[in-house]
Protein backbone atom coordinates (compact mmCIF):
# COMPACT_ATOMS: atom_id res chain seq x y z
CA UNK A 1 0.00 0.00 0.00
CA UNK A 2 1.44 3.49 -0.71
CA UNK A 3 0.82 6.73 0.83
CA UNK A 4 0.11 9.97 -1.26
CA UNK A 5 2.41 12.21 0.32
CA UNK A 6 1.15 15.03 -1.91
CA UNK A 7 -2.88 14.71 -1.33
CA UNK A 8 -5.23 15.62 1.35
CA UNK A 9 -7.98 13.22 2.54
CA UNK A 10 -10.99 13.53 4.34
CA UNK A 11 -11.74 11.24 7.04
CA UNK A 12 -13.73 10.03 10.33
CA UNK A 13 -11.39 10.48 13.27
CA UNK A 14 -11.44 14.19 14.75
CA UNK A 15 -8.20 16.17 14.88
CA UNK A 16 -7.82 18.96 17.19
CA UNK A 17 -4.57 21.76 17.37
CA UNK A 18 -3.62 23.18 20.83
CA UNK A 19 -1.17 25.52 21.68
CA UNK A 20 2.75 25.63 21.56
CA UNK A 21 4.37 22.00 22.28
CA UNK A 22 5.74 21.75 26.08
CA UNK A 23 8.11 18.59 25.07
CA UNK A 24 8.60 17.60 28.39
CA UNK A 25 5.06 16.68 28.60
CA UNK A 26 4.74 14.16 25.98
CA UNK A 27 6.37 11.16 26.26
CA UNK A 28 6.91 8.25 23.23
CA UNK A 29 3.60 6.50 22.15
CA UNK A 30 4.28 3.53 24.46
CA UNK A 31 1.03 3.39 26.15
CA UNK A 32 -2.16 4.54 26.94
CA UNK A 33 -3.94 5.84 30.17
CA UNK A 34 -2.76 4.35 34.16
CA UNK A 35 -5.93 2.35 36.01
CA UNK A 36 -5.35 0.97 38.96
CA UNK A 37 -7.51 -2.41 37.57
CA UNK A 38 -5.98 -2.85 34.21
CA UNK A 39 -8.25 -5.84 33.86
CA UNK A 40 -11.43 -3.30 33.92
CA UNK A 41 -9.77 0.00 32.60
CA UNK A 42 -10.25 1.29 28.70
CA UNK A 43 -6.80 1.18 27.73
CA UNK A 44 -5.97 -0.02 24.29
CA UNK A 45 -3.06 -0.12 22.55
CA UNK A 46 -1.31 3.54 21.05
CA UNK A 47 -1.36 3.15 17.32
CA UNK A 48 1.82 2.61 15.74
CA UNK A 49 3.32 5.87 14.03
CA UNK A 50 5.13 5.90 10.86
CA UNK A 51 7.34 8.56 9.29
CA UNK A 52 7.82 7.56 5.92
CA UNK A 53 11.30 8.42 4.67
CA UNK A 54 10.47 10.20 1.90
CA UNK A 55 8.67 12.91 3.81
CA UNK A 56 11.36 13.44 6.41
CA UNK A 57 12.64 16.38 4.45
CA UNK A 58 11.59 19.41 3.10
CA UNK A 59 13.61 21.23 0.73
CA UNK A 60 12.25 24.52 -0.83
CA UNK A 61 14.15 26.31 -3.69
CA UNK A 62 13.09 29.35 -5.43
CA UNK A 63 12.17 27.77 -8.88
CA UNK A 64 15.39 28.08 -10.96
CA UNK A 65 17.49 25.56 -9.86
CA UNK A 66 17.54 22.74 -7.25
CA UNK A 67 20.91 24.02 -6.36
CA UNK A 68 22.74 25.19 -2.74
CA UNK A 69 22.76 29.35 -4.11
CA UNK A 70 18.45 28.72 -4.72
CA UNK A 71 18.16 26.91 -1.65
CA UNK A 72 14.98 29.26 0.44
CA UNK A 73 14.69 26.24 3.47
CA UNK A 74 16.09 22.97 4.00
CA UNK A 75 13.70 21.27 7.14
CA UNK A 76 14.17 17.97 8.85
CA UNK A 77 12.10 15.96 11.14
CA UNK A 78 14.59 14.99 14.28
CA UNK A 79 11.67 13.36 16.86
CA UNK A 80 8.15 12.36 17.03
CA UNK A 81 6.24 12.72 20.42
CA UNK A 82 3.17 12.04 22.16
CA UNK A 83 0.71 10.04 24.30
CA UNK A 84 -2.66 8.93 24.70
CA UNK A 85 -5.69 8.13 27.34
CA UNK A 86 -9.13 7.07 27.22
CA UNK A 87 -11.64 9.97 25.90
CA UNK A 88 -14.47 8.46 26.85
CA UNK A 89 -15.76 4.69 27.29
CA UNK A 90 -14.96 4.15 23.15
CA UNK A 91 -12.35 7.16 22.34
CA UNK A 92 -8.63 6.84 21.68
CA UNK A 93 -7.40 10.86 22.35
CA UNK A 94 -3.49 10.72 20.85
CA UNK A 95 -1.73 13.98 21.12
CA UNK A 96 1.23 14.25 18.64
CA UNK A 97 3.81 17.21 17.97
CA UNK A 98 7.11 17.06 15.98
CA UNK A 99 10.53 18.86 17.01
CA UNK A 100 12.44 20.12 13.31
CA UNK A 101 16.04 21.28 12.65
CA UNK A 102 15.24 23.80 10.12
CA UNK A 103 18.11 25.95 7.88
CA UNK A 104 17.72 28.59 6.59
CA UNK A 105 19.06 28.48 2.71
CA UNK A 106 21.22 31.67 0.47
CA UNK A 107 18.17 32.13 -1.30
CA UNK A 108 15.98 32.99 1.70
CA UNK A 109 14.49 36.55 1.45
CA UNK A 110 11.84 36.52 4.34
CA UNK A 111 12.34 35.43 8.09
CA UNK A 112 9.18 34.08 8.07
CA UNK A 113 9.13 30.37 7.26
CA UNK A 114 6.12 28.09 7.17
CA UNK A 115 6.47 24.17 7.13
CA UNK A 116 3.46 22.28 6.09
CA UNK A 117 3.25 18.89 8.00
CA UNK A 118 0.64 16.23 8.10
CA UNK A 119 -1.35 13.15 10.18
CA UNK A 120 -2.48 10.40 7.74
CA UNK A 121 -4.42 7.96 10.09
CA UNK A 122 -5.29 4.55 8.28
CA UNK A 123 -7.07 1.80 9.50
CA UNK A 124 -6.18 -1.43 7.90
CA UNK A 125 -4.84 -0.89 4.81
CA UNK A 126 -7.10 2.02 3.81
CA UNK A 127 -6.53 5.88 4.85
CA UNK A 128 -9.47 7.28 6.60
CA UNK A 129 -7.98 10.67 7.44
CA UNK A 130 -5.24 12.90 6.60
CA UNK A 131 -4.57 16.36 8.21
CA UNK A 132 -2.39 18.81 6.95
CA UNK A 133 -1.22 21.88 9.28
CA UNK A 134 1.14 24.60 8.73
CA UNK A 135 4.19 25.59 11.43
CA UNK A 136 4.40 28.99 10.86
CA UNK A 137 7.33 30.78 12.55
CA UNK A 138 9.82 33.55 12.54
CA UNK A 139 13.52 32.60 11.95
CA UNK A 140 15.62 34.15 14.16
CA UNK A 141 17.83 36.67 12.20
CA UNK A 142 21.41 35.61 13.85
CA UNK A 143 21.41 31.93 13.15
CA UNK A 144 21.64 29.77 9.70
CA UNK A 145 19.74 27.11 11.72
CA UNK A 146 17.10 26.56 13.96
CA UNK A 147 14.94 23.55 16.12
CA UNK A 148 11.60 24.19 16.52
CA UNK A 149 9.07 22.47 17.79
CA UNK A 150 5.31 22.54 16.32
CA UNK A 151 1.92 22.72 18.05
CA UNK A 152 0.12 19.75 19.91
CA UNK A 153 -2.21 18.01 17.78
CA UNK A 154 -4.59 15.80 19.01
CA UNK A 155 -6.48 12.82 16.92
CA UNK A 156 -9.50 11.69 18.47
CA UNK A 157 -10.29 7.71 17.08
CA UNK A 158 -13.38 5.93 17.71
CA UNK A 159 -12.08 2.42 19.33
CA UNK A 160 -14.18 -0.52 21.01
CA UNK A 161 -13.77 -0.52 24.67
CA UNK A 162 -11.71 -3.42 25.08
CA UNK A 163 -7.90 -4.14 26.14
CA UNK A 164 -6.92 -4.94 22.56
CA UNK A 165 -4.36 -4.10 19.60
CA UNK A 166 -5.51 -0.57 18.14
CA UNK A 167 -5.96 -1.06 14.18
CA UNK A 168 -5.69 2.19 13.76
CA UNK A 169 -2.03 3.44 12.64
CA UNK A 170 -0.59 7.05 11.73
CA UNK A 171 1.95 8.40 8.74
CA UNK A 172 2.87 12.13 10.16
CA UNK A 173 5.80 14.10 7.65
CA UNK A 174 6.17 16.53 5.92
CA UNK A 175 3.20 17.71 3.22
CA UNK A 176 5.16 17.61 -0.16
CA UNK A 177 4.54 18.48 -3.73
CA UNK A 178 4.68 16.69 -6.50
CA UNK A 179 8.19 17.52 -7.16
CA UNK A 180 9.33 17.95 -3.85
CA UNK A 181 8.70 14.13 -3.49
CA UNK A 182 10.43 13.48 -6.63
CA UNK A 183 13.36 15.08 -5.48
CA UNK A 184 13.21 13.63 -2.24
CA UNK A 185 12.91 10.04 -3.90
CA UNK A 186 16.19 11.05 -5.82
CA UNK A 187 18.00 12.18 -3.00
CA UNK A 188 17.21 9.40 -0.44
CA UNK A 189 19.66 9.11 2.88
CA UNK A 190 19.30 7.62 6.05
CA UNK A 191 16.81 9.53 7.83
CA UNK A 192 18.00 10.97 11.81
CA UNK A 193 14.73 11.11 12.83
CA UNK A 194 13.60 9.44 16.34
CA UNK A 195 10.25 7.23 15.72
CA UNK A 196 9.15 4.74 18.10
Not at 14 to 30: I, K, N
Not at 49 to 56: F, R
Not at 143 to 168: A, R
Request: proline letters at 7%; glycine letters at 6%.
Amino acid sequence: MSLDLTRPHRFLPRFALYGLVALGLLTPLAGCGEEEDASLAFAPSCPLTHIPPEAADYYQYDGKATTFPHLVTRASILKLQGNCLAGGTKDLKTRIALRMVVTRGMAAHDGTITLPWFVAVLHGDKIVNKHIFHHTFQFPANLSSFTTDTHVITVDLPIVPKNIESDYRFEVGFQLTKEQLEYNQAHLKQPNFQAY
